[in-house]
Each structure stands twice: as C-alpha cells, then as structure tokens.
C-alpha cells in the first residue's frame, strides 16, 4: 500500500481524462485530431470506430501530420482489437504499433472515435448480429448480454483513463425529451452522451471532464464552439482548471490549461 503524496496528484493531474460528446457536425472528430497540432499532445494515436476522418482532408496541417507520424490512425476490425491497443499504451511497446511511432517516440495522446459506434457494434455482436451487414431482422440482446456489455464497458473506461497519457473518447449526443401533449412536439429538457443502459452514467463516472461541444451557427471556418456546463446538458469539470466554456477547444489548449493550473490572461474564451 501506497500512501498518495501532493506530488503524485500533481504528476497524474497534467493528463486529460475526458469524454466528448455532440450531434455530427459538431467538430469531435477535428477536436480529437487537433492534439496532433502541438508537441505537448503529439504524436496521437488516433482510434477509428466509423467516425468521420474523411473530413480531416479539408484541413492541410492533419494530413501533414498523418505523413509525419503525428497522427497515427489505425481502424480496428473488432472489439478485442482494443486489448493490443492497450498493452501497447500500457508496456509503450507492441509488434503491431512499433512500426507506427519510430519518428517522435510512443503517443502522448489516444483518441478514441467514437465509443457510441463502438458500443453499437459491440451490441450487434454480442446479440448474435453481423454488425457490418444489412439484417432483414435484428436479434435483440438478452438480459445477460446487456451485462456483459456493461462489463466490458467499465472495465474499458477504468483501464484507458488510467494510462499515462491523454485519453479522450468521443460520442454522440443522446437528447431526453420532456412531457408534451397530442400534436405538439416535445421540449428538449436535456443534452447527454449517446450510450445505451447503465453505460451512459456508469462510463463518463471514469472521466475528469465531460464535455459537449455545439456549432457556432452562421460563423464561417468555426467547427464547433466548446463545452458548456448548462443546465441541460449533462456535463462536468472536475479538473478545477477548466473554464466553464471554451471557444474553439483544442486538445492542447486543455492540456496546457490543466498543466498550467488555469487559463492565462492571454487566452481568449468566450464569456
């Protein structure tokens, strides 16, 4: 047994733990890369679950960084795919990886798009589904398999946000509807992340910032507007250096707030 000093609090306390969720178009997938941007996040190993990469080839500085080995971008076949990703992250070696960083060292960030895709076709397969393929009908998972599924989902929420380095999942955005009449359409009374059961409160527990991003509307080059603690949207900060509101998050620019203990005077926020 360890006894935990000031100095180990510190020393864990420079790295994101954070979850990210917002409706498509919203930027996850650009935020996510941007840690590829700067030294203090880069290289990154950048996990693709059918998220929408193909939106990183507007932006010249990604695709520099997928040629320099800053972005690396691998797309697993499966969900067991994940345990070589972790040891890898774990032991900062692995067959399957090596090749992949031989230029800047092992990863200082993993991003992880999107774990809503993940845990869809996680479902699929666990019901006896082919998640890849058109189904006539759907098997419906059964009471045990939703056990399991949560399982898997707190066991991968616990092991990931321990590694030393910056972890960020992405998701969708889950909307809960309030109470309407006949006819009229119902308010929305809430902003969440998109999983299914128990894991939509159970896997962002694990992380230190949850956060949702939104689109700033009619504000042209803009791809999303940051995170926002309102009342609607089921998010927290409990890093204790975060703003309660960023205008054009990047991965470094948290990063550097966390390790840095706060915003500095020079940054720009939206207020």
């Keep these: 047994m360890k006894r935990v000093s000031s100095g180990d609090l510190d020393e864990k306390g420079h790295y994101l733990r954070l979850c990210v969720f917002g409706e498509p178009g919203s930027g996850k997938t650009w935020f ?9 996040t880069a290289p990154v190993l950048f996990v693709d ?19 320099d080995e800053r972005l690396v971008i691998v797309t697993p076949g499966n969900y ?3 345990s070589h990703i972790y040891t890898f992250l774990l032991a900062k ?36 589904n082919k998640p890849d393929r058109f189904l006539s009908s759907v098997e419906v998972p059964s009471p045990r398999d939703w056990g ?19 972890v960020i999942f ?13 006819g009229e359409a119902p308010p929305i009374v809430g902003y969440r ?20 991003l939104d689109r700033v509307v009619n504000v042209p080059n803009t791809f999303n507007v940051g ?33 840095e203990r706060g915003v500095s005077k020079d940054d720009k926020q939206v207020t």
């Design 170 to 182: 992405s998701g969708l955005e889950g909307v809960d509807f309030g109470k309407h009449d006949i």
């Design 32 to 40: 996510g890369a941007s840690a590829a941007l700067d030294p203090l």
């Design 49 to 67: 679950y059918r998220s929408q990469i193909v939106a990183l080839r507007s932006n010249p500085s990604y695709l520099e960084a997928i040629e």
């Design 148 to 166: 399991s599924i949560l399982n898997q989902f707190t066991l991968l929420a616990h092991l990931f946000y321990n590694l030393e380095m910056h």
């Design 93 to 128: 070696q692995h067959p399957s990886f090596d090749q992949f960083f031989t230029k800047y060292g092992p990863p200082k960030t993993l991003v992880v798009d999107s774990i809503t895709e993940l845990q869809r076709s996680e479902v699929m397969r666990v019901a006896g």
């Design 227 to 259: 995170y926002t603690q309102a009342s609607r949207a089921r998010t927290k900060e409990q890093t204790g250096f975060l703003p309660a509101q960023i205008g054009n998050p990047t991965i470094p620019k948290l990063a550097r707030w966390i390790r």
């Design 80 to 82: 067991g795919e994940l």
């Design 193 to 212: 992340l998109a999983l299914q059961g128990q894991s939509q409160r159970q896997f962002p527990a694990y992380a230190l910032t949850l956060m949702r």
